[in-house]
C-alpha cells in the first residue's frame, strides 16, 4: 500500500510563446484547468500504476474542491482521510507553460490546513510506503514521516518546493527525492543545468545522513540518479517529445513509490519511475497526464 501526505490544488495552465519579463504582460495561447497538487498528482500516479493508494490532505468547500473529490475517485484514490474545509479555498496554482518548460505559482488555500493530527489516519505496516512533499505544513510532514518510521513502513520525502526548514523531515526520511535545483538549494551550492553526472553524485552525498537512507535527484532529460552509502546508479532520460514537463516530476515520485510498495528493489524502481515520467511529459497537464500501469509496462 502506499500513503500520499500531500497537497490538492486545481492547476490554472496558461501557454506562452515566451515568459514574461519582470513587469511585462504577454499574450497567452491557450488556458486550461487541470486536477493537480504535488499530493494528488502523486497519488493518481501511484493508484494507476498498481498500488493501492489513500490520501492525506484537504480542500475547499467550493467547486474546485468537489472537482477533486471526483477526480481523485475516478482515479480510485482512497479519500477517507481527506477533509473539507469551510473556512478556506482549495489550493490553486498558477502555471504558465513555454516550449514544454513550466513556471509554478502555489496558492496553498485548505493545504495550509493539513495537521500532524491528521496522519493519526494513516494505517501503515511494515512494506507500506508513505509519500510526502513540503505543499502542506512542515510540522505535518515531520509527523507522518515519524509514523512511518515508527510502524516499519518506508518514508519517501519529495523536499518540494525547496524549504530549508525541512531539514529535519530531509534527515529523518529513508528516501530524499529532488530534482537539480532543490539538490542546490540543500546542498547549498549552484548546479549548473549540464553540470556533471560526478558533480551532481558529489552534491547528493552531502544529504546522506543515515546508513539506510537513499537520495534520489532527478534530471529531467538526462534521467535520475540513486545514491546511498551502498552505491550508486544513473538511469538515462528516454528521448521524448515532450509537451509538458509539469506532471512530470510528481510521477516518478508516484510510480517509485508504487514500484517500492509491490516491493522491487531501488534500481529496478527508479527505472519503472523514469519511463512513467517519460510517458507522462508527452502531454498535457498533471493529474490526467499520468500513464498507466499497462502503458509502462508496453514501454519497458
Do not use: Y
Not at 500532524?116 to 505544513?137: F, K, M, N, W, Y
Not at 537520495?215 to 544513473?234: C, E, N, P
Not at 516530476?249 to 517519460?278: H, I, P, T, W, Y
Amino acid at each position: 500500500m502506499s500513503c500520499v501526505v500531500g497537497s490538492i490544488n486545481i492547476d490554472l495552465v496558461a501557454r506562452v510563446d515566451r515568459f514574461p519579463r519582470a513587469g511585462e504582460t504577454v499574450l497567452g495561447c491557450d488556458l486550461r484547468r487541470f486536477p493537480g497538487g504535488k499530493g494528488a498528482n502523486q497519488a493518481v500516479a501511484a493508484a494507476r500504476l498498481g498500488a493501492p493508494t489513500t490520501m492525506i490532505s484537504a480542500v475547499g468547500d467550493d467547486a474546485f474542491g468537489a472537482e477533486m473529490r471526483a477526480f481523485l475517485a475516478t482515479m480510485n484514490v482512497e479519500r477517507g482521510a481527506v477533509v473539507t474545509r469551510t473556512d478556506t479555498p482549495t489550493g490553486t496554482a498558477l502555471i504558465t507553460v513555454c516550449a514544454g518548460e513550466n513556471s509554478i505559482v502555489v496558492v496553498p488555500g485548505a493545504n495550509a490546513c493539513v495537521t500532524p493530527e491528521s496522519v493519526t489516519a494513516i494505517d501503515l505496516r511494515a512494506g507500506d510506503v508513505l509519500l510526502c512533499q513540503l505543499e502542506v505544513p512542515i510540522p505535518t510532514v515531520n509527523a507522518a514521516i515519524a509514523r512511518a518510521n515508527a510502524r516499519g513502513a518506508r518514508a519517501i520525502l519529495n523536499a518540494a518546493p525547496a524549504l530549508t526548514a525541512a531539514d529535519a523531515a530531509c534527515q529523518a526520511c529513508d528516501i530524499l527525492l529532488v530534482n537539480e535545483v532543490e539538490l542546490g538549494v540543500f546542498a547549498d551550492a549552484l548546479i549548473d543545468a549540464d553540470a556533471p553526472i560526478q558533480a551532481i553524485f558529489a552534491l547528493a552525498t552531502r544529504l546522506l545522513v543515515k546508513d539506510d537512507q537513499a537520495i534520489i535527484v532527478t534530471l529531467g532529460r538526462r534521467g535520475a540518479v540513486a545514491l546511498s552509502r551502498h552505491g550508486w546508479i544513473h538511469e538515462p532520460g528516454r528521448n521524448v517529445d515532450v509537451i509538458d514537463t509539469t506532471g512530470a516530476g510528481d510521477c516518478f515520485c508516484g510510480a517509485l513509490a508504487a514500484s517500492l510498495a509491490r516491493g522491487a528493489g531501488m534500481q529496478a524502481a527508479v527505472k519503472f519511475a523514469n519511463a512513467a515520467a517519460s510517458i507522462c511529459a508527452q502531454r498535457a497537464g498533471a493529474g490526467p497526464a499520468m500513464p498507466t500501469l499497462s502503458e509502462v509496462e508496453a514501454l519497458l
